[in-house]
């Protein structure tokens, strides 16, 4: 008994720093922040319908961070897509609650590491090489006509193709050397679907010096498809134009498609201009994409917008989608 009571005794003054440290602890939790991009619009689209609903993407995401000292911080970053016409998660129902984004990472001078369901390298960064950041379903050649049969996952959507984003996975991203940063995401989960491969990686570097931008990617999937992307943009004052290539081939080479795709902007006043066109060749046939379109700034979150594309499918009747929206970021 005068064993235990003097070890008690010994580990009182450590219960008491204990206790006390707690609501230090407690205060230094993540400071959170609230954010989104919310679009809705009306537009008759290639399917020849009239629609209400999200032309670009609407999402809401919750992300924090804490400083931890020495230069290092911890951070979080939860994102969730939905249609705004109708308020359903993007993709009836197959894709998850926190489709956009679900991550937990360190960073300091060394770069950012992240943990979870994010963009890979690839997806994360090509927007910069398209006059509608591959994010409007009437206008965007990119939206059609990149990675065509590269999907990220074929079957990480409950049995559905994921384009764009990695489940259970690492995210890199380097701090910038002379321009250059270097990208890398990749997954130690086999993809579950018939014939897979393996596991699925990304690796992007990008170039950034003065009015010059530049991006060279690859991806595989683990059912062995593969992407590889080039992308270059050369900005000058109120105009940018913008081309990028891309090449994606099915698991064994199969069948392949080979796109090229040009962009240019023009800001005057509070009105960007925009134009684009895509040509595709997949299967021993070509397709090819036209648009136009125009961004109005009402203020730096607001903006007015109206979009024209046109699809000339090879051997298949032409189609033209136009629409005009709304969008507001937060």
């Known amino acids: 008994m005068h064993t235990h009571s003097s070890i008690l005794r010994a580990l009182a003054p450590c219960a008491a720093a204990l206790l006390l440290g707690l609501p230090s602890a407690a205060s230094a939790q993540s400071q959170l922040q609230l954010s989104g991009f919310l679009d809705v619009g009306i537009y008759h689209g290639f399917d020849r319908a009239t629609h209400v609903g999200t032309i670009q993407r609407s999402n809401v995401a919750l992300s924090g961070s804490e400083d931890l000292g020495g230069g290092l911080k911890a951070g979080f970053r939860f994102s969730s897509r939905f249609e705004m016409g109708t308020g359903a998660i993007e993709g009836d129902g197959a894709k998850p609650f926190w489709h956009d984004e679900s991550t937990v990472g360190l960073a300091g001078s060394w770069g950012s590491l992240r943990m979870g369901r994010a963009l890979t390298a690839l997806w994360a960064y090509d927007w910069e090489f398209d006059p509608w950041a591959n994010f409007n379903r009437i206008a965007s050649p990119a939206w059609y006509y990149w990675h065509a049969l590269a999907p990220t996952d ?177």
Not at 206 to 228: F, K, Q
Not at 235 to 259: E, I, K, P, Q
Not at 291 to 313: E, F, I, M, N, W
Request: charged share 15%; hydrophobic share 35%; net charge positive.
């Open 154 to 330: 074929r079957v990480s959507n409950n049995g559905s193709a994921e384009y764009g984003r990695m489940n259970n996975g690492f995210f890199y991203d380097s701090p910038a050397f002379s321009g250059v940063t270097v990208h890398l995401s990749a997954t130690p989960d086999r993809t579950m679907a018939p014939g897979s491969q393996g596991r699925g990686y990304s690796a992007a570097m990008r170039y950034h010096a003065g009015p010059i931008a530049a991006m060279l990617a690859h991806e595989r999937n683990g059912s062995g498809d593969r992407v590889t992307f080039l992308g270059g943009k050369y900005a000058a004052g109120a105009f940018a134009a913008m081309v990028a290539l891309d090449y994606s081939r099915t698991g064994g080479g199969a069948a392949s498609a080979r796109a090229l795709t040009l962009g240019a902007t023009y800001a005057v006043g509070v009105t960007t201009l925009k134009a684009g066109y895509g040509r595709q060749r997949t299967g021993g046939v070509t397709h090819q994409f036209a648009s136009l379109g125009a961004d109005y700034a009402l203020s730096k979150r607001s903006t007015a917008y109206v979009s024209l594309g046109h699809q000339k499918p090879s051997g298949a009747r032409s189609a033209t989608a136009f629409g005009v929206g709304l969008s507001h970021a937060f």
